[in-house]
């Protein structure tokens, strides 16, 4: 089933809007149009804190949609699958969502960080057909990534939209 999401301001997701503690979404996927008129929009999850675990789930874009981006934060951070990610865990996902925002924009996450070191990014994949930042920091992979102690594990982006892996590090 194809939805339509829009919120006035944060926090928006095609399955959760905002998740934190130790949660755990798992084997699930999204189909949706996610728009945030101020920050984090994703096409799975909006946000998402410590705590938080993304295992084998997809978010993807309905084809015949009538809107350009799947995914739109009117401000910062929008992402294939997640807005923005922080402390949080994602395995064996992906994303064949397009995102857009005014600054970082990912084809997977708008922004990632892990401040522990314990948090990865592993064995994931976007594939959206477009990513754009409208002022800076658009990739492929990830608008914006800072990270303690680890790297991205296993993980490609759609090389094809010109856009290198990450935005900003």
């Known amino acids: 089933t194809y939805t339509n999401i829009t919120a006035a301001y944060d926090n928006v997701g095609g399955l959760v809007g905002y998740a934190n503690g130790e949660m755990r979404i798992e084997n699930c996927s999204a189909n949706a149009s996610v728009t945030a ?27 015949t949609d009538q809107y350009k981006y799947a995914v739109t934060a009117g401000n910062y951070y929008a992402g294939g699958l997640t807005g ?18 005014r600054r970082y924009a ?7 960080e892990s401040t522990d ?6 064995n994931n994949y976007a594939a959206g057909p477009e990513v754009k930042a ?18 991205p594990n296993q993980c490609y982006w759609n090389s094809a939209l010109g856009t290198g892996f990450i935005g900003f590090y």
Not at 84 to 101: L, P, V
């Open 106 to 112: 990912g084809g997977f996450v708008g922004r990632y």
């Open 134 to 151: 409208e002022t800076s920091n658009q990739a492929g992979m990830a608008g914006y990534i800072e990270l303690k102690n680890s790297a």
């Open 37 to 63: 008129g101020h920050d984090y929009a994703g096409g799975l999850v909006g946000l998402t804190r410590k705590g938080v675990q993304i295992i084998r789930c997809f978010a993807t874009k309905n084809d």
């Open 117 to 122: 070191g314990n948090n990865l990014l592993t």
């Open 84 to 101: 923005a990610s922080y402390d949080t865990n994602i395995t064996y996902s992906y994303s064949w969502a397009d995102a857009k925002a």
